[in-house]
């Protein structure tokens, strides 16, 4: 089906590990989105892409790697995981103007 | 820091229209009013977006004011499946580059049967 999947749903991992998380879009949109959501935070931009082969940083974007080798997937790292990268994190697809977020990751670092 | 400010919560019963209220005092000439609402343990979901004119689609319609400083968005026959937080924000399509969305608290729309 089209739409825009994220994996894996939950994840828990540990300080100083690194963890990449999947997003997949079937849209063929050419902007992707990495978001961030916290009580007390609201939603924040981590990273953005406009195509493949580029992107840009967003509002709070120390601490994470992302990649675009492919129009339709836009994977987002953690190269050392710490406690305050504790979070859900959205990925979204779509034009400038709007966007279509997928589901979620739940990421615990203990 | 959000640069709208919305209710908290509120109310509606079913099949009545929710209106939802928005404060945007400080929204540039080229900045859109867009409307999200989030389900519990979902993504957000875009609902609509104007610049100065009001606009209507299949799931809502909103009510901007002419200085637009403020607008509505509003759902005309609530459902249960209506209950959410409602995010009101503001976006250019210039300036919103390394921003992104910003959401603040939102408004927890509760639909009572």
């Known amino acids: 089906d089209a739409g825009i999947t994220q994996s894996p749903r939950y994840k828990i991992t540990e300080t100083g590990r690194q963890v990449t998380l999947m997003c997949h879009q079937t849209?063929?949109?050419?902007?992707m989105f990495w978001y961030r959501q916290d009580l007390g935070h609201g939603l924040r931009l981590i990273y953005y892409?406009?195509?493949?082969?580029?992107?840009d940083k967003g509002e709070v974007p120390d601490g994470y790697v992302v990649s675009r080798s492919k129009t339709e997937n836009f994977p987002l790292t953690l190269e050392s995981a710490t406690r305050s990268q504790t979070s859900v994190y959205f990925c979204?697809?779509?034009?400038?103007?709007?966007?279509?977020f997928g589901p979620g990751t739940r990421l615990l670092v203990l | 820091d959000a640069k709208t400010t919305q209710p908290t919560s509120m109310d509606c019963a079913e099949g009545r229209a929710a209106n939802l209220p928005c404060n945007h005092s400080?929204?540039?000439?080229?900045?859109?009013v867009y409307w999200y609402r989030q389900i519990h343990s979902q993504g957000p979901q875009y609902i609509i977006h104007?610049?100065?004119n009001n606009e209507t689609n299949e799931m809502a319609s909103l009510i901007i004011t002419e200085d637009r400083k403020s607008s509505t968005l509003i759902l005309p026959h609530a459902t249960l499946r209506d209950t959410a937080v409602y995010y009101c924000?503001?976006?250019?399509?210039?300036?919103?580059?390394?921003?992104?969305?910003?959401f603040g608290k939102g408004t927890h729309l509760i639909i009572q049967p």
């Open positions: 849209w063929s949109h050419s902007y």
């Open positions: 979204a697809s779509g034009g400038w103007e709007t966007q279509y």
């Open positions: 892409s406009a195509a493949a082969d580029i992107t």
């Open positions: 924000t503001q976006w250019g399509d210039s300036g919103g580059g390394a921003d992104g969305l910003t």
């Open positions: 400080t929204i540039s000439g080229n900045e859109y």
């Open positions: 104007g610049l100065k």
